[in-house]
């Protein structure tokens, strides 16, 4: 079993950043992924980035491409995302997941993810 844990988030005037964390427990094993996802209000969740723990790296919706950074702890078994330049567009609850997509090609969606986070709420505003 794998526990999954989100921190940070908040409310934040437009340009101005946040920081989210996730902490995974349990030591997921394999070629995992962990990533984030969110989901506006009356809108369908959506992809916004993640890590594969090994081989290629990194993922972002191109909607946060430049403006987003994720990065990891290892031994922390953490990642943590970095948002700046945040647009009211941005606002939603932000969730954490762990799996295991089979490839690069799967890892933005969200039904090759298993453990999910509670959720955290960024709000932003104009």
């Known amino acids: 079993q794998v526990q999954v844990v989100e921190s940070g988030g908040g409310s934040v005037q437009a340009g101005g950043s946040l920081r989210l964390s996730c902490a995974a427990s349990?030591?997921?094993?394999?070629?995992?992924?962990m990533g984030w996802f969110r989901q506006a209000r009356g809108k369908e969740r959506e992809f916004v980035a993640a890590?594969?723990?090994?081989?290629?790296?990194?993922f972002y919706a191109d909607s946060v491409e430049g403006r987003f950074t994720i990065s990891r702890d290892d031994a922390k078994n953490t990642i943590f995302l970095q948002m700046d330049s945040l647009k009211p567009e941005d606002t939603g609850v932000y969730s954490c997941?762990?799996?295991?997509?089979?490839?690069?090609?799967?890892?933005?969606?969200?039904?090759?993810?298993?453990?999910w986070g509670q959720g955290t709420q960024v709000t932003v505003v104009s």
């Open positions: 890590f594969r723990w090994r081989g290629s790296g990194t």
């Open positions: 349990g030591r997921p094993f394999g070629e995992y992924a």
């Open positions: 997941a762990v799996g295991w997509p089979p490839g690069p090609t799967r890892v933005r969606t969200a039904g090759e993810y298993m453990y």
